[in-house]
DNA sequence: CAGTATATTATGTGCAGACATAATAAGCCA
DNA sequence: TGGCTTATTATGTCTGCACATAATATACTG
């Protein structure tokens, strides 16, 4: 027993035997170590690793103990919608709406905290899944951060793809909602409106100015998957 | 320039001012760690840690890269039901609709690989913000693997908070759908039938065996909220 | 020239020791 | 007793070194 990973093993085993229980105030690194028979620094990394999946609450001089109500964590990845579709074993399309440059309405100013009158670029686009819509993307992009916006040729290159490549982030937001689709989405993604959809809604930051915003509607019946 | 962090920041910074272009080779942590005058397991920490973030790929012998195309992983934290409303400033209520026992229906079994005839706890619950219907929680548990799942009294503690800390789970999965609330569901919670809500369905698993499937409704309007 | 054995290389991890830091406990003084 | 200072303690992290492991490049052999 001298590897990171059997410790976290053996640590997760007694928690799930509740020989640790819930609450409870785990030996120090120091003792475990001895106990292992290795060094502190290969607990502290089992034991880290643990308490950033939120199984352990960890704080200096008061120890370490089993997190009394750990809350579950779901991941969920957002890959590039090519990849997403292509991963579903679907051939891939992509079909722009329109594409607009002017000032925005106030909902979208006020989610990108920009002022009034700067003018943003609006793509509407569609993603198909062989030949079939799939989604429906809304975004504004902020061209005064990212260079070449205006210009780019989101008729053959999707926003989506584009941005990765041109506009790096460095954090941003997400929400997640159920909506009776309206006619205009509705229609796009040729299905009855006020169906009920799935809308992502994504804005993110290159440190304190808005790079894009954008909604991705899907359609009725998308399925939303993750592990925990 | 000698904790992980600020070379952490350091690699961010360049792999955000393009510095490093997806796709390139970075140097090779020997070569950082002179360049940033600090030990090698320093700039591994950094790296790894960034590595897990999704924004490198890192292979033995082949060295580290920037991500052509980083996938985003969205972190979505599923607290206790009572956390959840008491933290949006609301007063948590309760209320049990129906217990039953008996064999499950087919798509239940088929969730939980569970054999035919083998007798689950069905349990309709109601979680409450101010006194207003907040989800539904409707939940299917396997008495066989959660011991006193049959004499637990539900209509004081939920199964939510039961289970959390007389179950532990060693993975589970979860799922997000937007769907038209059937007439039950949306009378529970007060709404018009064919709304759209937010259903999240969680099974969660003891190594093998099936522990619960729950599937948690959500009133039309109610948002997932998560950071990137 | 194809196929296999071997060397090389970058990351992955372990160890012992040291010091840093945060939080608590103990001691002290008014 | 109340409020301040000081010791103690557990975690957090850095260092220098070593060896493990995986993937690739090179040399060798039939």
Redesign the pocket.
Known sequence: M????EIHDEVLRRIHTRQWKPGDLIP???DLAQEFG?????V??A??TL?ETGLLD???????RVTLHPVGKAVIEIPLIRRDIEDRGARYGYRLISRQIGPAPASIRAALRIETGTPLVHLLACHLADARPYLLEDRWINPAVVLGAETADFTRISANEWLLTHAPYTHGNLTIAAEPLPPQTAAALQVAAGDAGLVLTRTTWDHASAVTTVRLSHRPGHLLHSTL
Chains 1, 2 share one sequence.
Do not use: H, I
Not at 38 to 42: E, H, L, N
Not at 58 to 64: D, L, P
């Open positions: 001298n590897s990171w990973q120090n690194e120091t290795c060094a502190r620094a290969t502290n990394r034991l880290r308490a960890r704080r200096r001089k008061a120890g370490t």
